[in-house]
C-alpha cells in the first residue's frame, strides 16, 4: 500500500521556468511533510518542509504548499536551474513517529537550456 | 559542522554471510535513523534508535536488526545475506524533537553475489 505517491516519474523544465512537483497521500495521520532532492549514489538532501498546521512555506527559490482537504503537497521552485536537475522525494511522517519517513517513489527533474 | 558518516562506503558480499554498516550522527543527534532503497521498493524505513533504544521499526525481518552505542553512533546488521539485500543502505539523524529535520548520510553501497 503506497501511502505517499508522486504520481509523476519524471519532469522536464526551461532553465528560468517554474518547476511543479505534486505529491499525494493517503494516510490522514500523517502531519509533517518534506522535500528531499537526490543524486543518483548519494543521500537524500533536505530541501524544505512544512506542517500540517500550515498550507504554505517558503525558502529562497522553493516553496511548499499543503491541501489537507485534497491529501496533496506540491513543491515549487523557481527560476528552476541546471543544477536542480535530480530526483525529488515527498516524505511524510506521523506524531510522535517523526524519524520514520514514508517516502514517495520520486520525480526526476530535468532542467534543461 | 559535519554530516552524518556511513562506513563503508562500497562493499561486496557473497549470499549467506553477514554486513555491518556503520553510522556516525550529526554531532548533538540522538536520533539514529535507517533505511533501505532498491530500485523497485523505492526507500524504506528500517528502523530508528535514540538513546540505546530502539524506538520505531519498519517491516523488515529479523535479519535486519541494529543498535546504538552511548555516543548515538549506531550500527545496522544484516545477517544472512540475500541477492535481494543488494541496495543503498542510508542512515539518518536527527535531534530528538517532533518536527526536526532528517539528515542523511551518503549511504552504504551493498552488492550481495
Not at chain 1, 68 to 96: E, M, N, R, T
Not at chain 2, 59 to 75: A, K, M, V
Not at chain 2, 99 to 113: A, C, K, P
Request: charged letters at 15%; one cysteine or more; proline letters at 4%.
Amino acid at each position: 500500500d503506497q501511502q505517499v505517491k508522486q504520481n509523476s516519474p519524471s519532469l522536464s523544465v526551461q532553465e528560468g521556468r517554474i518547476s511543479i512537483l505534486n505529491c499525494d497521500y493517503t494516510n490522514s495521520m500523517f502531519d509533517y511533510f518534506l522535500w528531499y532532492k537526490k543524486y543518483p549514489a548519494e543521500g537524500p538532501t533536505f530541501l524544505i518542509s512544512i506542517s500540517s498546521i500550515k498550507d504554505k512555506n517558503e525558502d529562497g527559490r522553493f516553496t511548499v504548499f499543503l491541501n489537507k482537504s485534497a491529501k496533496h503537497l506540491s513543491l515549487h521552485i523557481v527560476p528552476s536551474q541546471p543544477g536542480d536537475s535530480a530526483v525529488y522525494f515527498c516524505a511524510a511522517s506521523v506524531a510522535g513517529t517523526a524519524s520514520k519517513l514514508t517516502f514517495g517513489t520520486g520525480t526526476r527533474l530535468q532542467v534543461t537550456l | 559542522k559535519a554530516g552524518v558518516t556511513q562506513t563503508p562506503r562500497y562493499l561486496i558480499k557473497t549470499r549467506g554471510q553477514q554486513v555491518t554498516l556503520s553510522c556516525s550522527p550529526i554531532s548533538g543527534h540522538r536520533s539514529v535513523s535507517w533505511y533501505q532503497q532498491t530500485p523497485g521498493q523505492g526507500l524504506q524505513f528500517l528502523f530508528e534508535y535514540f538513546s540505546e533504544t530502539q524506538r520505531n521499526k519498519g517491516n523488515f525481518p529479523g535479519r535486519f536488526s541494529g543498535r546504538q552505542f552511548s555516543n548515538s553512533r549506531s550500527e545496522m546488521n544484516v545477517s544472512t545475506l540475500e541477492l535481494g539485500d543488494s541496495a543503498l543502505y542510508l542512515c539518518a539523524s536527527s535531534l530528538t524533537a517532533p518536527g526536526n529535520t532528517i539528515y542523511f548520510g551518503e549511504g552504504s553501497w551493498l552488492t550481495v553475489v
